[in-house]
């Protein structure tokens, strides 16, 4: 078997993905994903370098070809990316939201003390 | 009704942003009834802050614009910091509500009739919305009856009154537009009496040309259901 030179760079690319994805983030849960991603990123070498296995996926799940295959999974990869990226930002969102209200509430400082304030001129009220 | 001898235990919250032009008026009338007026200001570029503050309302700024589910949120929670806050009025700032709606809305609180009072503009014939924006928001009602377990005509209504009791269960985290039927939700969740009060809304130039349009009941769906 012969390696053609973009089959190296796209096998370069997914190790260097792979390893940069693995070191990032600190948190338990991120085991599960991390096992996930081993084992894509060893599909994906894997596909690089004998692309019949789409050929194969493809034919299991009555799908023409292996191209089409890559394109579907595509679509539903980048949707699910799309809607975890918006959760993320409503979280961070709600985050800053409540750190921005807090400063906003300290810098006015307690209601109470409005009735301290002088009142401004009061009109009589003339209806509405 | 002459004197605000009577309304110091209420606060009026209105959600400020870029409104320089009539927030001063605006204020001025409010406080001919209510004395105390929160400006939740949202990261205003004109002056708007300003001149709430010399209308005479208490002015809280938020450091940069968050929306105005955000900004009601602010003023609750302002609110609260009185102790000797009953009642919460929430309030438009581009003009479209009459404090008289509001004075009646805090009298039928002060009664017990209810904790909650929602302001309609679909009870009477005194508002005049166009037929797409009457279309767009009957949708919006029905949308929310249906899934907060109430049973409202005009849930995108900005005039609101609240008992105290409720204002502390609420936390608004829709900050953009959704938030008018969150706090619906959340009234509905929490088991609170509510009535719903004929309000007239006065669609002016000015509000018409700041008010939202119909493309936004697009994007207050979309925040819906991606809740």
């Known amino acids: 078997?012969?390696?053609?030179?973009?089959?190296?760079?796209?096998?370069?690319?997914?190790?260097?993905?792979?390893?940069?994805?693995?070191?990032?983030?600190?948190a338990r849960t991120q085991a599960v994903r991390r096992l996930g991603l081993t084992l894509f990123a060893g599909f994906a070498v894997w596909s690089i370098l004998f692309p019949s296995v789409w050929n194969q996926i493809a034919r299991?799940?009555?799908?023409?070809?292996?191209?089409?295959?890559?394109?579907?999974?595509?679509?539903?990869?980048?949707?699910?990316?799309?809607?975890?990226?918006?959760?993320?930002?409503?979280?961070?969102?709600?985050?800053?939201?409540?750190?921005?209200?807090?400063?906003?509430?300290?810098?006015?400082?307690?209601?109470?003390?409005?009735q301290s304030v002088p009142k401004h001129q009061e009109e009589p009220y003339a209806g509405p | 009704m002459n004197d605000t001898e009577g309304t110091d235990d209420t606060w009026v919250v209105i959600p400020l942003y870029n409104e320089e032009e009539v927030i001063g008026d605006v204020i001025t009338q409010v406080r001919t009834a209510f004395p105390q007026v929160v400006c939740v200001d949202d990261g205003s570029?004109?002056?708007?802050?300003?001149?709430?503050?010399?209308?005479?309302?208490?002015?809280?700024?938020?450091?940069f614009n968050l929306g105005q589910g955000a900004s009601l949120q602010t003023g609750f929670e302002y609110a609260l910091s009185d102790p000797s806050m009953k009642y919460v009025v929430t309030f438009d700032g581009d003009g479209q509500h009459q404090v008289a709606d509001a004075l009646g809305m805090v009298e039928r609180l002060r009664t017990g009739e209810a904790d909650v009072v929602f302001g309609s503009r679909f009870l009477d014939e005194r508002s005049k919305p166009g037929l797409a924006k009457r279309m767009v928001l009957r949708a919006a009602v029905g949308y929310t009856n249906l899934t907060t377990r109430t049973r409202l005509t005009d849930a995108h209504n900005g005039l609101?009154?609240?008992?105290?009791?409720?204002?502390?269960?609420?936390?608004?985290?829709?900050?953009?537009?959704?938030?008018?039927?969150?706090?619906?939700?959340q009234i509905g969740a929490s088991k609170a009496s509510y009535v719903e009060h004929p309000v007239h809304i006065l669609y002016?130039?000015?509000?018409?040309?700041?008010?939202?349009?119909?493309?936004?009941?697009?994007?207050?769906?979309a925040e819906l259901i991606l809740r």
């Open chain 1, 1 to 26: 078997m012969k390696i053609v030179l973009i089959q190296l760079l796209l096998i370069i690319v997914v190790i260097v993905v792979a390893l940069r994805l693995l070191r990032d983030r600190g």
């Open chain 1, 60 to 114: 299991l799940v009555g799908v023409g070809r292996g191209t089409d295959m890559v394109l579907y999974a595509l679509v539903v990869a980048f949707l699910s990316f799309t809607l975890t990226t918006y959760v993320r930002f409503r979280d961070l969102e709600a985050r800053y939201t409540r750190l921005a209200r807090r400063l906003a509430l300290d810098e006015a400082g307690p209601a109470q003390a409005a």
């Open chain 2, 45 to 63: 570029s004109d002056r708007s802050a300003e001149v709430a503050a010399q209308a005479g309302a208490r002015v809280v700024r938020h450091p």
């Open chain 2, 160 to 185: 609101r009154a609240i008992r105290r009791p409720v204002v502390e269960q609420l936390d608004l985290t829709q900050n953009r537009m959704a938030h008018a039927s969150e706090l619906v939700a």
């Open chain 2, 204 to 221: 002016s130039d000015y509000s018409k040309a700041k008010g939202q349009s119909l493309w936004n009941s697009i994007n207050i769906l």
